[in-house]
Structures are given as structure tokens and as C-alpha cells.
């Protein structure tokens, strides 16, 4: 299934590595807009939480989304 994010927020005090660090706020709204703007491919909202985890990093709190039909 196609999956469009319309809200996410990260816990951006909690990444996947260490590596990460803390991310400005301006990169923080870059990385929001960037996760919104991708029609992402999951097989249901659990594989799509982890897609975008998996793709930034960081450990998602919340999420929105719709269905997109192809």
C-alpha cells in the first residue's frame, strides 16, 4: 500500500545511533517536510512507522497518514 504522512513527530532526543547528535530546529522541519512529501510503500501502518524510522533514524511519538490511491 501507498501511505502519504500528513503530521509526524519525531523524539528527536532519541536516535537509532549515537552518531545523530541533536538536530537544529531548522533541520528538524527540513527532515518533517521531506518524511510529508514522500509517498511511502508499507504493508501496513506498523511496516510504515518502521520504513521511516528505518530512512531518518529516529524514533517516531506520533503519525498521521492517509491512504493514496494509485
Do not use: N, P
Amino acid at each position: 500500500m501507498k501511505f502519504q504522512v500528513t503530521d509526524i513527530e519525531f523524539d528527536f532526543t532519541d536516535s537509532l545511533d549515537d552518531a545523530h547528535g541533536e538536530l537544529s530546529l531548522g533541520l528538524q522541519e527540513d527532515l518533517i517536510c521531506d518524511v510529508r512529501a514522500t509517498i511511502w510503500d508499507a504493508d501496513d501502518e506498523d511496516d510504515l512507522v518502521e520504513e521511516i524510522t528505518s530512512a531518518t533514524g529516529w524514533c517516531i511519538k506520533s503519525i498521521d497518514y492517509r491512504h493514496v490511491l494509485v
